[in-house]
Every structure is written in C-alpha cells, then in structure tokens.
C-alpha cells in the first residue's frame, strides 16, 4: 500500500469518495441491466502497474450478479484451434451486463517481439483483427471501455521494490517483472504502437497514471462512469428498423451477374451414377486429407427457398464422415443470441482443427431476409457487408477452408416446386405461408441476392453460382467445385 | 462390401427396404421437431463391427438439419479439467433434436483393463456415473437407444480380412484392430460387465448381429422406429405441472434443525475489523493454495430473501481473485435452457482447473421456488434431492470443493429489510411484488427449505446454515467456514 506521501491521495479523502464512486457504480448497473447493449471494461497497462488490483477492486466496488471477468491464460487447445479472436468472442457479455478483461485481447499482441518482417506483419495483421473487432462490438452498440495503466520506468523500479519489501506482496514479484522493467524503453514503444493501432473512435485507450493506486483507482470509476453516462443518453434504446420502400442495388454488376447466370444445363442420364460417384470417393479422400492436415472446412449454403439446399447438403454429407462435421440449420436466433451481436451466433459453431461445419443458411441472412423485411436496420445491413467479409477473411487467415454455394433457381422452377411440395404427403412440412410471402418479393431479393454476390465476393472466400433447376447437375456441381477448391487450399498451404 | 451371400440381404432387397426406412426416419424427425424430448442415438460395439458405417449411414437416411453427430476424442484439456461427465453434457441435444454418439461415453470407459481393486473400483464408479446420467436423462423425458453392434470372434477376424483385402478400406485396419482382436475373449467380458451395469429400464442396450452390414443398417433403423414410435405416444406432450395445495415435510429432521437454529448472535463491535480482515487474508492465502493445486472450488449461496446473499458474495470476493472467480446470478432461464434437463444450466459453469464459481442461488431452486410454485412436477423435484447429490458427488469426486451456504433469518427480520429496501433510494430495485408474494408462504418455505437440508445433506458436501439476522456475524461466518472446508479438502487429498 501507497506510504503517506504528500503528492498521494490520503485514505481518508479516498474512502469518503469511494463510497461516492461505489454508489454510482451500482446505479449505473441498474441502468444497465435493462439497456440494449454491454459494457466491457479492458484494463491494460505496463507492468507492476496494478492491473490484478484495479480488476479487483472494480469486482469489489460493482454488484458482482451484473458482472464477470475474464483473463486471458495460455489459450486452450479448443481456442488454438480456431482463429485468433474466438476466445474473445466466446466471452462476450450478454447485453445488459459487465465484462471485465485483465490485460483485453491486447496483451497477446505484445507478447512476442516482432523484428523479422514477416513478425512485423503478423503484429500488424493481429492489431488489425483487434481494431476490426472493436469496431464491430462499438458498431452493435456495445460500450467499450480501454484503460491503459501507465508507469514512468523510474516509477515501475519504485512499485517493484515496494511490493518486494512487503512480505505479503513480495511473492508477485517474479524475475519476469525485473527483465520486463530493464525492456522498459522497447516495451513502451511497442505498446504506443499497439496503442495507435487501436484507438478507435468508438473505443478510445484511456491512458491513467498509476503512481498512486488510490488516485488510479478512482480515477478509473470516474472514466467508466463518465463513459457509461455518455453512452447512456445515445444507446437507452435501440432505434427500431423501418421496412425498406423501395430496394435499389448498392452494386449492379452483381445482380448482372445473377441474372446471366444461364439455369437450364441438360445432364446427360447415361452414366451419370457412375460420375457422382466417382466425384463423391474424391471428396471423402480430400476432406479426409484436410482433417489429417488439422485444416478445417466450412461450407456455406445459400440459395432460394426449394433451391435443392437440404438435398444438397444430404449428397455431400454421404461423402464426408459424420463423426467430423456438424451441419448447422439456421433458423430464429434464440433469446442469447439475441443479446449479442449477430454474428456471434455463427463464431459459436466455428470448428475445431480438422473439423468441418455445414451452414445451412447462415450469417448472410443479415443482407437477405433481414435487410428486406426490415429486421435488421439499413445502417446494420450496409455494414454487415464488411463485417462478413472480416469474418470470413479471419476464418481463411486460420486456415479454414470457406466454401460458399448460392443456388439459382428460376421463379417458374420454384412455383413447380412449391406445388409438388403441397401435394407430395411426405413434403407438405417444407412449405409454409412464408415461403409464398417471400416468392411474391422475387425481384427485391434478386436485388439483394446480387449486392450480396458482389460485396463479399472475395479472393479469399469466392461465392460459387450454382445453376440449380436440374438438382442432378447442381449437386454434381457442388461436389465438384468442393473438391477443387479444398484441393487448391491445400496446395496453397503446403 | 458384402459378397453374394444365400445368408446376406441382397441388394435388391435391401435398396427396397431403404427407402421405406429413410422416409420413415424423417417423418419420424418431423414429428420429433415439436415434442418435448430430444433423441439420443449410441452407436457402440465391438472392433471392426462397422460403428463408423452405421453413424455414416444414420446422417445419410436422416435430414441432416435435426441431427447433430459426436465422436469423443481424447478430452480436449478444458474437458479434462472437468467431472467427467462434463464434457456429454454440454453435447446433449436440444428437445426435439437427435445426437448420435458414435462410441457413446461407454467405449471410454472401456479403454482400460482393469485388474487391480483401485482400477475395478474406478471402473464401478464410472459405470455408476454413466447409468445415473442416463436415469436422469430418461426421467426428464429423453429418449436414448443404445446399440450394441456384435460380432462373434469368426465374424471379426473375417471382417477385418474383408477390409483388408479392399484397396479402398484397406487403411482402417489397423494393428491395434488386429491387437484388440486376439484379446476379443476379455473385451467381450468387460463390455458384458459394462452392459449390464448399465442397462436402465428406460435405456436398454439393443445388441444388433453386424455379420451382414446391409441387414445391421435395416436392423439399428428398425429399432430406432420402433423405440420412438412407442416414445412419442406416451411422452407426445409433457404434463402440467399442479400447484401443491398443501405442503407436508418429506423428512422433518431438516425442518426442526432449521427452526432450532439460533438466529440473534451478538458480535463484539470492538476487535471485529481486525478479526475480519485476519479472515479475509486466510481465505485470499487458502484460495490460491487451492488454486495452485489446481483445485476448483463452487460456493452455492441459497437463503431468504433479503438475508443478505449479495452483501456476503461480496465479501468474499473481496478476498479472491478477480481472475479466477465468476458469479453465476441464477434467474430465469433462457430459452436455450429451457429445452435441455434442468441440471444442464448448472454444468454449463462449472469451472476448470484451480478457477471458482459462486452460484447466487442456484440448483436448489427446484427443491424450493419450482416446488412451492408448481413450476416443477411433484415428480420432477422429488427426485431432484437425489439427481442433485450425484450432481455434487461427480463434483467432488473430481476434487472440486463445494460449499454450501443457507442463509438464514427470521420473518420479522425479513420485513425490517423489506421496509428498509423500499425506504432507500438506492435499494427500491432490489425488492418487488414477487418477494412480498414469496414471503406470505413463509411457512411452506420452511417445510421446503427443511426438506432440502434433511435430503442433501452429504458428507462430501455439507449443508452451513448461517444465522444471518446480524449481517456483520453471518459474513465472518461465511469466510470462516469456507477457509475451514478449503483447509480440510486440501489435507484430505494430499
């Protein structure tokens, strides 16, 4: 504990206003418990700076029901194996609540000393990924609160020793700590630099002098406060979505493209078995190889309401083994999906090294079905465009091989489809009065279908057309174009 | 594949019998999609008895969107640091959807020989484990079918040569198949012992010839039909729950301890700061001997309401680490919840390695709010005492402490707080009309809370009722009795 010192908060002064700050704490966590968004309070700093204490302290100082707190260890298999920020996507508060993070996603990033170019890059790359996140959560609402724990050097020496001296601290003072304070200088410089690429507009680093733990201590509640306020006033509700009038196409040459897609390929019968199952015995052999590399598949199926998706996913599931994949049906997000942002619910199922999942629709229902009937908000479905393609690019970047299939079907197609569903007994449940709701919108959802297409066409994850009025050619198609593109990653690689 | 054989299925035949298999399993997967109980497929057997085959083939005949497959690996180390029986748990379907588990969590317990009395005993309290996790799953209306694939000795060593033989199967065949081969008599002993011990009434092992793996295929559908058929009639809907009109202790030994429970401690103002704190200190030291042990600990805070859970989670708290901690609020469930066994939002957080979870009420909640509010059935919560003993015991089994606290006050001392609460500006949003409603059963509480004490009260996790009227003397009382069983959980072990 700080000796008196006349430059230093005495404990009176400071309890009378922790009490204050205490107070304000909880009313604030009644405040939030019914607002439409999270607040996480990241506590960074240099070492020595009292991070454990400032976590503990605002653990002490909060109701603790409203609040959990996370620390970022060795990461565990299950999070090696899965792109870098799914750790931190799988401890995200539920809205309404608190999330504090010793040492944030940030701390990871200044572990290793980057110096070859190729270090320098990955530094960058994973600063970036950071910046991406953050923006994403603040994009969605949440409240996101950076403290950064600052020490001059000839401080850190001064806090290392005090707590040396003191027997009922010396124990947190490790060799480690004296080899990072001799680095002072080079650390200090790689956290500006970390501290520069992640200061966002959003989410701004909030720099606190830690000389004295008192006066750093409630200096940090007065900037979560101060913050929470401001955020408040803006963010009590959730401004609620308005149906679109009119849906005019952000980019055409995705819809050209759509609408040249040429959809009645003739497949000549003689033979065709003998072709599927040739391809078929190529796939399970590549996803196989895949697996033994540790390299994950996932598969992405969009397409029109009776486009041929189920069936599809049923060929390509023949050929894969079950006990490696899962396939994920994407419906109405339940009540905790709800309170988080909207692509949690797919981080959620991202596989494990070797592994491969199948979304049977999936995060792209955002630029869809809920940019046409007004679920999401036209700000929310404009930036849902990027935020898939991070999404997609961090899945890539891991390793995963992302495949993504549209299935076109003409407006003729679908009618005799839906018909022969309406009166096949074993079919009737696959139609319902949605499916013709959504058939009477065909020319908005060409439109979306093409900003879709055009938007998040990427190098690293192309979108697949696949011309789907003849289910045999379309699932020959999938197949195929599975195996070319798993066989490509897996040259790419090695 | 099969030869011609006069003793195999044709493949005439067979393709005929599929198809009336197939369309039978997904209508049965419709039906399934709305009902109150979900489908557990276990897919077990001897080597080279085709379990692979047989899962690959349910994905194949089933709609893939309502079922989701598992093979249990080596435990991932999150699951290692947990009971064992964590890591199928958080793999249980949703009502309404199947799992197949390829292997089932009985092919683990197999893995070993045991020979010497310590292993034949861990082999008895796996089997225990296995069998009560299942009773609980049929008792909350799941329905689980066990097959059993059965090869003769003949039959395996014929089949291992057939693969053999297949240039494209070849590669499954391995030494250790040709190993566990010459050890078939003492494998077949070991999986006779585990069947037995685990065939429950509600989930009996079916053991199916593989000799013929077209006739295997027909006969595993044929017994998942038949199982569920006879299922979906009885357990179509589940019954409403009906309030209790009158309540009548189970056990009144609980009840009379409760009532004979000293409430109005006098605590010595003078000396009591110091006291506390030397106590807060012991617990900050013991929890991170503990932690370094890599023990778990879960407190499990239960009492009147008002009695003061919050303010003494708080002081606990305020002597652990912030890091190794979370507080587990238990309210209403969530959807997700909702549609699994109750026990199954518990196990979600129960913590890792050398981490601690404080549950703000928790399990218990069956045995008194759902009980006395008719939110459970009479059924549902009387065997809850029991589910919820083998609950702890597979915590404590695997060296997690549990401590458990009822805080108790008196009911004039309960509506000085209310009063006070709703006096206080800062308190009003802790009290509702739901606790007045709560404390007008004041004496059916009693019973219920009495019967809690009396039928979980375990040596392995004891009850500590806190008189709780003076606030200062229940807290110290807390921290004291949670150094005290830390204390003597870590002596016992080492």
């Not at 700050?21 to 990241?42: C, E, G, S, T």
């Not at 603790?64 to 899965?82: K, L, M």
């Not at 001799?182 to 000389?211: E, I, K």
């Not at 040459?253 to 959809?263: D, I, N, T």
Request: proline share 5%; hydrophobic share 40%; with cysteine.
């Amino acid at each position: 504990m700080a000796k008196a010192n006349p430059e230093r908060l005495s404990k009176k002064t400071y309890e009378a206003r922790v009490a204050d700050a205490r107070a304000a704490l909880v009313h604030m966590q009644v405040q939030l418990k019914n607002a439409p968004f999270p607040v996480l309070i990241v506590v960074a700093g240099v070492d020595a700076s009292g991070k454990g204490e400032v976590v503990n302290t605002l653990n002490a100082w909060l109701d603790p029901r409203g609040v959990e707190t996370f620390a970022f260890h060795e990461p565990t298999d299950e999070e090696r194996e899965r792109p870098a920020m799914w750790r931190f996507w799988r401890c995200l508060p539920p809205y309404g609540r608190i999330g504090i993070y010793a040492g944030g996603w940030h701390t990871e990033a200044l572990r290793e000393d980057p110096r070859s170019p190729r270090d320098l890059a990955e530094f960058d790359t994973a600063l970036r990924r950071i910046a991406r996140f953050e923006d994403q959560l603040t994009a969605d609402g949440a409240l996101i609160i950076k403290i950064w724990l600052h020490l001059t050097k000839d401080g850190q020496r001064a806090r290392l020793q005090e707590l040396e001296k003191d027997e009922r601290t010396a124990w947190r003072v490790s060799a480690e700590d004296w080899k990072s304070h001799r680095d002072y200088d080079r650390l200090a410089r790689l956290s500006d630099t970390m501290r520069r690429a992640t200061q966002r507009p959003g989410a701004p680093w909030h720099v606190v002098d830690a000389a004295d733990p008192r006066a750093r201590n409630l200096e940090v509640a007065d900037r979560v406060l101060t913050r929470f306020r401001a955020h408040f006033r803006t963010h009590k509700t959730r401004p609620a979505a308005a149906k679109p009038r009119r849906t005019t196409p952000l980019r055409a040459a995705g819809l050209r493209r759509l609408l040249s897609l040429p959809l009645d390929q003739h497949i000549v019968p003689k033979g065709y078995e003998e072709k599927r199952d040739k391809w078929l015995g190529k796939l399970n052999r590549i996803v196989r190889t895949a697996s033994q590399a540790r390299r994950s598949i996932v598969w992405v199926f969009e397409g029109w309401d009776a486009s041929g998706k189920g069936g599809a996913i049923r060929r390509l599931t023949d050929a894969i083994d079950a006990r490696d994949s899962r396939v994920i049906p994407i419906a109405k997000p339940t009540d905790e999906e709800k309170s988080h942002p909207y692509l949690w619910r797919f981080w959620r199922h991202v596989p494990r090294a070797g592994m491969a999942t199948i979304y049977d629709r999936s995060w792209y229902g955002r630029v869809l079905v809920e940019r046409l009937e007004g679920f999401a908000r036209e700000e929310e479905w404009r930036r849902a465009y990027s935020e898939i393609n991070e999404f997609e690019r961090e899945l890539v970047e891991h390793g995963v091989i992302v495949i993504k299939f549209w299935l076109h079907i003409s407006k003729d197609e679908q009618l005799r489809r839906f018909r022969n569903r309406e009166e096949t007994d074993y079919k009737r449940h696959k139609i319902n009065a949605e499916d013709w709701r959504n058939r009477r919108k065909w020319t908005a959802y060409e439109t979306a279908i093409g900003d879709m297409i055009a938007l998040t066409q990427t190098r690293f994850a192309p979108w697949h057309l696949i011309p789907a009025n003849n289910k045999r050619f379309s699932r020959l198609e999938i197949i195929k174009t599975s195996c070319k593109q798993i066989e490509a990653a897996l040259e790419e690689k090695s």
